[in-house]
């Protein structure tokens, strides 16, 4: 029969699982700790919060009582099948009061010896996160103070479950991010370089990137784009777009050339998303900068003993919109020695009070013929971008 409670044991219960210290705790202790209660306050054997890979639509063992090996091995299995896949797919409560091999996908239940079981999704808002379980080695009728108890630990496990999520998503945008952009920018005699990158995004990542290469020839390729958007998703599109754009420059003499081919690829292999690129080959004796702008801001132009500007180049639509097949442009520059050409990308400027002129403005102002790394840390300090809305990256050139 089931077990009924009063309403002070209820409270009880209900204040065991609501403490304020859980909060405290890391999300492994915490969900350890969750688990730990739950078995006490509804006396069952063993208890298991199986979280969903959404990717793969399959349920992951990430915390277990009386259920370790099922984590220790990694037991997986999919939404729709066995006793957890079921309470996914239908995100309901079920009760099991005589378990069978049909009700149970996972060999380790009937292992243990598992008679009874009780299941409820763990769901934040509309999503998804996971399922939680009990059960018992003798027989038992869960009834609903149980199953009120239990979605109560789901809620809080939920919690925990997200923000586990969100660490894993933080640490592969990290390290994405560390991939794509350069550890350390390239020794290149002749010239001079720094970069900074801030996000705009919680993760870290985002789709603005800047990169310089040595070609063959020993011309020197620098670029600085910006996929529109923010978080992983841009910074995929921008892995692959970089990538691209590096094959093509080995092929490519004339940066409007290579745009030409990042355009195709782009709205072939990346319809839908809007790039913006600047590509700039350096020649061999530094003295020369041939720079196509797919949609991109001009780079500021500092030489010794002149005002800043905006370099006098042309700029063509942005990789994957405009008309197909329009020729794209190339514009010269002489580089004089101690000249700096700043590269940048539109969060560097652009504010929601203001127009973006008055950024350009307050950026050409502030942009002179000095060493890569003081224009850089300079700038930065200028704008005021610690915690920007918007991804930022900076990249300064200066001819020795």
């Known amino acids: 029969m089931p077990r009924s409670i009063n309403d002070d044991e209820r409270l009880r219960r209900l204040e065991a699982v609501a403490d304020a210290t859980l909060s405290r705790l890391d999300v492994s202790d915490l969900l350890d700790e969750l ?9 069952v054997d063993t208890a298991a919060i199986l979280l969903l890979d959404v990717h793969a639509q399959q349920l992951v063992a990430t915390a277990a009582k009386g259920l370790e090996e099922e984590v220790r091995k990694g ?69 609903d103070d149980d199953v009120a108890l239990l979605e109560l630990v789901a809620d809080r496990a939920a919690v925990a479950g997200g923000i586990r999520s969100a660490k894993l998503d933080q640490q592969a945008a990290l390290a994405l ?80 050339e290579a745009l030409t081919l990042l355009d195709r690829k782009v709205r072939h292999f990346e319809a839908g998303s ?22 991109h801001l001009r780079p500021v132009l500092a030489e010794p003993g002149r005002p800043a500007g905006l370099a006098a180049i042309v700029i063509d639509p942005p990789l994957g919109v405009g008309r197909y097949g329009r020729p794209r442009r190339s514009t010269a520059l002489t580089l004089v020695p101690g000249a700096v050409l700043f590269c940048f990308t539109d969060g560097l400027v652009e504010r929601r009070e203001r127009v973006i002129d008055v950024g350009l403005e307050q950026l050409v102002d502030t942009v002179r013929a000095a060493p890569a790394a003081v224009v850089c840390a300079t700038v930065m300090a200028d704008a005021g971008v610690e915690q920007p809305t918007d991804d930022v990256a900076v990249l300064a050139v200066r001819r020795f």
């Open 75 to 143: 037991f997986r299995i999919a939404v729709g099948r066995g006793f957890a896949g079921r309470i996914a797919a239908t995100r309901k409560p079920v009760r099991i009061t005589e378990v069978s091999e049909a009700d149970v996908v996972n060999p380790i239940l009937l292992e243990k010896g598992i008679r009874s079981l009780l299941g409820v999704p763990i769901l934040a808002g509309h999503d998804l996160i996971g399922v939680l379980h009990i059960g018992t080695l003798s027989r038992r009728m869960f009834g």
């Open 274 to 295: 809007l790039t913006t690129a600047l590509y700039a080959m350096i020649s061999p004796d530094r003295g020369q900068v041939l720079i196509s702008s797919a949609g």
């Open 35 to 43: 688990l730990d209660r739950v078995r006490d306050l509804l006396d």
């Open 177 to 256: 991010q560390r991939s794509l952009l350069p550890a350390r920018l390239p020794d290149v005699p002749g010239i001079e370089l720094d970069a900074r990158y801030v996000p705009g995004h919680a993760a870290g990542v985002g789709g603005d990137w800047y990169d310089v290469f040595t070609l063959p020839s020993g011309w020197v390729g620098v670029v600085i784009g910006d996929v529109s958007g923010h978080g992983l998703a841009s910074a995929v599109v921008m892995g692959r777009i970089r990538s691209a754009l590096r094959a093509y420059a080995l092929i490519c003499n004339d940066p409007a």
